[in-house]
């Protein structure tokens, strides 16, 4: 069941094509004008201060060192319970970059609480960019600053989209 009436949901969706169609007819005419080299340059320019500018805030607000957490999630799923396991390495380094691990996730399976690699990726930005990046310009310049390392296999890293997708139960 859907709670959400289609009529809202077509229109949320039209207005994304119409904004992804002004954006691109935009840089038509950019590269146009100014031609592709300068384009390529401005885009490389702006990717490169992004990842500067969060390098200097990761530099400006977190410590330097080690930091781990362990999530723990219990669930019961018809006459299966099951407890996953969720734990965390984050380095943030001197120079501003961050590493973050997830070697130990629970493995992907028959429950719900998995997500693609992609997905998950969203997730971990949505939150850095509410709490550590805040007053940075995003884009793929704020990604170079961040190196995950997620298993494969790993619930948020499964081996098929089958294991992020199925309703389980």
């Keep these: 069941r859907n709670v959400r009436d289609a009529t809202y949901w077509l229109l949320d969706n039209r207005a994304k094509i119409a904004g992804t169609r002004m954006v691109r007819d935009r840089v038509v005419e950019i590269v146009q004008e100014f031609g592709r080299d300068y384009y ?3 885009i490389h320019e702006m990717v490169e201060d992004s990842a500067r500018a969060a390098r200097e805030t990761v530099r400006r607000m977190l410590f330097p060192g080690t930091y781990r957490e362990v999530a723990w999630r219990g669930f019961s799923l018809g006459d299966r319970s099951l407890l996953l396991h969720a734990p965390v390495e984050m380095t943030v ?3 501003g970059t961050i590493d973050m691990d997830w ?6 399976g028959a429950h719900p ?7 998950f990726e969203a997730i971990l930005f949505n939150a850095l960019i509410q709490y550590v990046f805040f007053d940075t310009r995003y884009n ?8 995950l390392h997620v298993p494969s296999g790993s619930a948020c890293n499964p081996p098929d989209i089958f294991h992020a997708t199925a309703q389980w139960g």
């Design 113 to 119: 609480f998995q997500a693609t690699l992609p997905c």
């Design 140 to 147: 793929e310049g704020t990604f170079h600053v961040v190196d």
């Design 103 to 108: 070697d130990g996730l629970s493995s992907a």
């Design 40 to 42: 390529l340059k401005a």
């Design 93 to 95: 380094r001197v120079d």
